[in-house]
């Protein structure tokens, strides 16, 4: 638990501080970061003390070990080996999330932190998380919209003035090639329609949509259209599995 209010200013603000140290401390970056998002999916759906989690995409598996140490039987699922890292956590499989090797179902709560804007067919992918995911149980899908002032990453927030002109000044800056290319590995994806087609969807319904880590009108700014764009920064999408 982190014992910050979601939403409150002092949760926003210790998240913020959190960021900013990410280079140079990304252990307890990472690990508030999970303890956050823990403290979320038991918001909504109740504690994860014998539940079975499917972490898809999630990286060096800061989540999938907070899910554990809260008794979950938390698997993670990600298809890059490096992103793994050198001690990933027990339960860590090497796959796609677009074919996740999992029977329909399995999972009580199907989890994914910001990876939607990496792949190129996010609906597929979407999918992919409601099949795995059992009649009734929660999937937690967060993602960095283009148009948010991180949208471009590394990158961010040149990315106002175009990708490609973004991604050369990160070259000029730090003389390094920046990890992410605008359609090759990071997409542009906009809040309106993804809530468009998520909503259209016969799979799952919407328990909310709402910013990740905003402090106050979390579900409200999602409801404008063009300023959710700008101000939401990082959605967060629950959604609940429906009976095939
Ligand atoms: C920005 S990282 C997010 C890592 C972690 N979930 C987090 O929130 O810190 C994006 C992750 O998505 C993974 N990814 C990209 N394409 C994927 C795919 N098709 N299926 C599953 N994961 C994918 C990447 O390998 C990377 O680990």
Not at 45 to 61: E, H, I, K, M, N
Not at 80 to 89: A, H, I, N, S, T
Not at 205 to 232: D, H
């Amino acid at each position: 638990m982190t014992g910050l209010k979601d939403p409150s200013i002092r949760r926003s603000l210790a998240l913020f501080r959190a960021f900013l140290h990410e280079q140079d401390d990304p252990e307890a970056c990472y690990s508030l970061l999970a303890r956050d998002a823990a403290d979320q999916v038991e918001a909504y759906d109740g504690p994860l003390a014998g539940r079975t989690v499917v972490d898809v995409g999630g990286g060096s598996g800061h989540f999938t070990e907070e899910f554990r140490r809260r008794g979950a039987e938390a698997y993670l699922f990600e298809p890059d080996v490096r992103e793994l890292g050198e001690k990933p956590p027990d339960g860590s499989v090497i796959a796609d999330g677009y074919l996740l090797p999992l029977y329909d179902g399995v999972a009580d709560v199907t989890f994914s932190s910001n990876v939607l804007e990496h792949v190129a067919d996010p609906q597929t992918f979407l999918s992919e998380l409601a099949r795995v995911t059992r009649p009734g149980g929660l999937i937690y899908v967060s993602f960095t919209n283009w148009l948010s002032p991180w949208g471009g990453h590394e990158w961010a927030p040149w990315h106002y003035l175009g990708a490609e002109r973004a991604r050369a000044r990160h070259r000029r800056r730090t003389g390094k090639d920046a990890k992410h290319t605008l359609g090759e590995n990071l997409f542009a994806v906009h809040i309106g329609p993804t809530l468009r087609q998520v909503r259209a969807r016969d799979d799952v319904t919407v328990v909310t949509a709402r910013s990740r880590y905003w402090p106050f009108l979390t579900e409200a700014v999602v409801k404008v259209p063009g300023i959710r764009e700008l101000a939401t920064w990082n959605l967060l999408l629950i959604l609940r599995r429906c009976p095939p």
